[in-house]
């Protein structure tokens, strides 16, 4: 296990993703894994800068986890904002325009889509919402 601690801000993306991608090489992760799980990460993250500590800054841990058999990754990210559960948040209906739509909720759908597992828990005053993909 591996784990980074982070300003909360979306200008730190570039490093959250530079650190869980140094990770993914190292495992030898196929591409479209990887982009599957970048498009994941930064969506999560982006929402925990943006919401979580709003209108302030907070920090947030990112923590990498992986297993061999079979070769699967653990994605967590962990802060003390605003209790906020993304499993919960009702799926879009993307049959309809985005017009009819309205706004938010496509990043976390399409993060759900792009794992194979997510799981959330609020526990001691922090968001902890893991994510999981078969590599």
Do not use: H, W
Not at 71 to 96: M, N
């Amino acid at each position: 296990m591996r784990e980074i601690t982070i300003e909360a801000k979306i200008e730190n993306l570039d490093e959250v993703l530079g650190f869980v991608d140094g990770q993914l090489e190292e495992l030898e992760c196929p591409m479209k894994a990887q982009m599957q799980i970048d498009v994941a990460v930064e969506e999560i993250f982006v929402n925990i800068a943006s919401y979580a500590y709003a209108p302030g800054v907070g920090d947030a841990v990112v923590r990498f986890e992986s297993s061999q058999d079979p070769a699967s990754v653990t994605i967590t990210f962990i802060d003390s904002g605003v209790p906020y559960d993304p499993v919960q948040k009702d799926d879009p209906d993307v049959t309809l325009s985005a017009e009819e739509r309205g706004i938010g909720g496509l990043g976390i759908y399409m993060a759900k889509k792009a794992m194979d597992d997510m799981k959330y828990v609020y526990r001691d005053g922090q968001n902890i919402l893991s994510i999981s993909k078969s590599i």
